[in-house]
């Protein structure tokens, strides 16, 4: 069975990220058909039209990966019941130029999370409205909004949560069924 290399971009700066602790949990997770680069966005300059003519390196670094991989999968948190700023530059730079997107084809999965009640479904919505016309097909089910997961790593950033291990598992065995669907 070929492997698939999935960019599992992280919507968050943040050093002691849950959405990054989740998406290192899910690259431990997938099944051997599937690799997940865990992908911060660091670095990546803001999107200015006016750069195209000669786009940054940090962009072309991110384009290559994306254009390079056989899907994308975004683990989020919600920022003021939206995705986050620098989640939503990435998503212009990898979009653009007009017409060339560098997700599109490309099997999307949207992984939402908040320590919060409502698991950041805002962010995951506006993620399912923003990429249909850039990028390839999104999995549609399971869906997955992770609330409560403040508690759900030990200091070293493992997840001892067992519960959500569970739902992690079912998402990331369907993500990569979806993948390797979309790869054929
Ligand atoms: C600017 C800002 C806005 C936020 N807005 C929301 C929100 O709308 N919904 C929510 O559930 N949590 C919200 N939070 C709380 C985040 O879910 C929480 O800080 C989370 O830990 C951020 O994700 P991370 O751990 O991956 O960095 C917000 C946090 C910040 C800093």
Known sequence: MATHNVVAIVGSLRKESFSLKIAHALAKLAPASLQLEVTTLHGIS?????L???????WL???EKLQKSNGVLFVTPEYNRSIPGVLKNAIDVGSRPYGKSWFLGKPVGIVSNSPGPLGGVSAAK?????????AGPILGQPEIYLNAVGDAFDDKGQL??????KVLQQYIDAFAAFVEKHNK
């Open 46 to 50: 803001f999107f200015n039209q006016d």
């Open 52 to 58: 195209e003519a000669a786009p940054p390196a940090d």
């Open 61 to 63: 670094a991110f384009r």
């Open 126 to 134: 506006h993620l399912q409205n923003i990429l249909p016309g850039i």
């Open 160 to 165: 001892t949560k067992e519960s959500l291990q």
